[in-house]
């Protein structure tokens, strides 16, 4: 096993107990049998009013991604789960698995932060656009409208698609980031405490941004539902979050 396998799940691929194999089955039931048929349902729905005005203004590509991202996590989990508890046996592709959870996990909250910002720029340039007489809108050399940086971004910050390349550019930064133990020449007994400040950091990152973003946000008629929406992803990922730290510690008790 690798540095991430011996980190989240210590003890992987040995012979568990029954506290492990109760554990590991009835959260892979649960992720299958819930989770993924209910996401799976969220997704069709979704799918079946896409051309309503209201979906149209929760920025439907990123919102598709996201779905996309959660749908691959909810199905990679229930095996990483199975294997954990000695149901199934696929070592060689363990590592490879904890890693697509975990950089599928961090994308999502980096679309997720990419989704809020553009709601941002929304509500501060329509903030900017109510301030400003309509003649200064109109005459584009105006210092006023210059001045002005949602309304001069408009064309760049105002589109998502803008931020299309630096988000790949942060996928791979992290995905590097987070296998580079297992290939750099560290002290064996060191690399699951490096793991876990990388991972820590990375996670850190948009999640914070996610939140100065939800309080940054101006108050408007929020009539999609997005600060709503914020807040109780953020209390989900946190959620997640205890539970992969509740699991890393029980497999850490010793078996009597």
Request: aromatic residues 16%; positive net charge; proline residues 4%.
């Given at each position: 096993?690798?540095?991430?396998?011996?980190?989240?799940?210590?003890?992987?691929?040995?012979?568990?107990?029954?506290?492990?194999?109760?554990?590991?089955?009835?959260?892979?039931?649960?992720?299958?049998?819930?989770?993924?048929?209910?996401?799976?349902?969220?997704?069709?729905?979704?799918?079946?009013?896409?051309?309503?005005?209201?979906?149209?203004?929760?920025?439907?590509?990123?919102?598709?991604?996201?779905?996309?991202?959660?749908?691959?996590?909810?199905?990679?989990?229930?095996?990483i789960?199975?294997?954990?508890?000695?149901?199934?046996?696929?070592?060689?592709?363990?590592?490879?698995?904890?890693?697509?959870?975990?950089?599928?996990?961090?994308?999502?909250?980096?679309?997720?932060?990419?989704r809020?910002?553009m709601?941002?720029?929304?509500?501060?340039?329509?903030?900017?656009?109510?301030?400003?007489?309509?003649?200064?809108?109109?005459?584009?050399s105006?210092?006023?409208?210059?001045?002005?940086?949602?309304?001069?971004?408009?064309?760049?910050?105002?589109?998502?698609?803008?931020?299309?390349?630096?988000y790949?550019?942060?996928?791979?930064?992290?995905?590097?980031?987070?296998t580079?133990?297992?290939?750099?020449?560290?002290?064996?007994?060191?690399?699951?405490?490096?793991?876990?400040?990388?991972?820590?950091?990375?996670?850190?990152?948009?999640?914070?941004?996610?939140?100065?973003?939800?309080?940054?946000?101006?108050?408007?008629?929020?009539?999609?539902?997005?600060?709503?929406?914020?807040?109780?992803?953020?209390?989900?990922?946190?959620?997640?979050?205890?539970?992969?730290?509740?699991?890393?510690?029980?497999?850490?008790?010793?078996e009597?």
């Amino acid at each position: 096993m690798g540095a991430i396998s011996n980190l989240l799940l210590p003890g992987m691929g040995a012979h568990c107990d029954t506290l492990r194999k109760i554990l590991g089955l009835s959260a892979a039931l649960i992720i299958c049998m819930l989770y993924l048929p209910i996401c799976c349902y969220g997704a069709y729905r979704y799918y079946e009013h896409k051309r309503f005005v209201f979906m149209r203004k929760r920025y439907q590509w990123l919102t598709t991604f996201m779905i996309i991202n959660l749908v691959l996590s909810l199905i990679f989990l229930p095996i990483i789960l199975l294997v954990y508890s000695n149901y199934l046996a696929i070592d060689g592709w363990i590592d490879f698995l904890f890693y697509a959870v975990i950089v599928l996990a961090t994308n999502n909250g980096w679309k997720m932060t990419w989704r809020l910002f553009m709601h941002f720029f929304d509500t501060k340039w329509a903030n900017s656009i109510a301030n400003k007489e309509w003649k200064t809108l109109i005459n584009t050399s105006s210092s006023d409208q210059q001045t002005d940086w949602f309304i001069a971004k408009r064309s760049t910050f105002g589109k998502w698609q803008f931020f299309a390349t630096p988000y790949f550019v942060v996928v791979v930064v992290d995905f590097l980031l987070l296998t580079q133990w297992e290939y750099v020449p560290v002290p064996v007994h060191s690399k699951p405490v490096l793991l876990m400040v990388t991972i820590s950091a990375i996670a850190a990152a948009p999640i914070s941004m996610i939140t100065y973003l939800r309080f940054k946000t101006p108050a408007f008629d929020d009539g999609f539902a997005v600060r709503d929406e914020t807040k109780f992803v953020l209390c989900s990922v946190c959620g997640g979050v205890a539970v992969i730290a509740a699991i890393s510690c029980i497999s850490r008790i010793p078996e009597h």
